[in-house]
């Protein structure tokens, strides 16, 4: 488990809670219900944060929500918001789930502080953890974030100098098709004045 960067969202779990409103991904999210098409199942949120507002999303819609964090901080107030959300204390990295037991798996803005050489391992894991015909939404980093086209480096994110990586573009396509991945989509969108790239995947 990376240390620093647990210990730097424990610090800001707060304040990000604050103002985690100025992130609107409603236009995301009704994008991500239409592909999935199906009343409710079960979603898998990787970096769940303080589980507001998109867990709320799921488990309003009917949806069983389990949210995986590795801030203490962040679950606490998990805890608070989305009581019937299962909170899993853990490094995404570190996971173990069984095989296609999700009906949709979403990772926002959790996945690039992960060392990018760990990404295909990840993925291979988000794969066996789908059910066939599942669906997955997830936030990756790119050069319009960090100034390069493959990073791996510090930057600083409300007054903390937070870890972020990743691979470009054309080679994590690679790594998702390799898997047996279906992109559905890969779009570009700015939120709240940050420009990330959004995936949507199915299996
Ligand atoms: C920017 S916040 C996003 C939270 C939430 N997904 C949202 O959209 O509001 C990133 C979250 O991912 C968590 N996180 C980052 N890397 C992680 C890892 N390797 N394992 C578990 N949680 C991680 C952090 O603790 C933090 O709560």
Known sequence: MSKELVEAYNRLALTYDQNRGLFDMSAVFDDFFHILGQKSGHVLDL???????????????????????FSEKMLELAARYQPRMKRLHSDIVDLELGSAHYDAIIAVYSLFHIEKEKHPAVFGNIYKWLKPGGK???????????GADSFSGHIEFMSERLFYSHTTPVHLREILEDIGFEVIAFDYRDIGGETFLWVTLGK
């Open 47 to 69: 970096g769940c944060g303080a589980g507001e507002p998109i867990p709320g999303m799921f488990i309003d819609r009917g949806w069983e929500v389990t949210g995986v964090d």
């Open 136 to 146: 997955v939404l997830f936030t990756y980093a790119g050069k319009e974030y960090t």
